[in-house]
């Protein structure tokens, strides 16, 4: 069954509806759908509805809600990812992955060795995007957020506010599994091409993280991300 986000000023009581016209045109145009079919929609906030489709134009299209419960996908564990900027095409493939495998939220970071330097208003669009497209696909129903981008030393502090346990993903750690770690909620900070620096790790040693392996191997810093995620889900 086909699945839409739709923003939360969408629901209506009973009833959903939407004007946006690359929604419709999807609905006409792509799907041809048809009065009476039935979609999975969500708004974020955890919930997913089945909806049948009431009246289909182009200014509009009207649904009833028929079935309304809590998705039953969502992970047990929350986790912020800290994720140092990479080149876009990498960005872009990490986030849709992250939010596949069930990430809480993408928190941006710009450390000492990143080569790519902002996020540009377009690109944070786009990521957003995939955001939403890759939540559809994957059954999800927490829309992650993507929030602003941040230099390393003020990231740390952030994830000292959001709470849970602190960690950051180091190459030369050998001792600390990540897989080891069991905690309601994670903050997990992955580097950019060519790691942290050391004066990098020191300083959030000094802030109380702590530093964690994710294998023997040296990994890619597109792969890094997933390979922490999936330790922690499913580790």
Known sequence: ???????????????????????????????????????????GDGREKMVQLLNL???????????????????????????????????EWAVQKAVELGVTSINPILTNRCVVKDLSPNKIKRLNDIIIEATEQCGGCFLPALNPLLPFSKALFVAEKFGGAKLIAWEEETEKQLREIKEPEINIFIGPEGGFTTEEINQAEGLGFTLVSLGQRILRAETAPLAALAAIYLG
């Not at 086909?2 to 929604?23: A, T």
């Not at 969502?74 to 800290?82: I, Q, R, T």
């Open 57 to 91: 134009s182009k200014k509009e299209a009207k649904f009833l809600i028929i079935d309304d419960h809590v998705g039953p996908r969502e992970p047990a564990v929350k986790v912020n990812l800290f994720l140092a900027l990479i080149k876009a095409d990498k960005l």
């Open 1 to 43: 069954m086909q699945r839409f986000y739709l923003p939360p000023n969408n629901f209506d009581g009973d009833y959903v509806l939407s004007q946006d016209q690359d929604f419709l045109k999807q609905l006409a145009g792509v799907l041809r759908a048809k009065e009476g079919e039935k979609f999975m929609v969500f708004n």
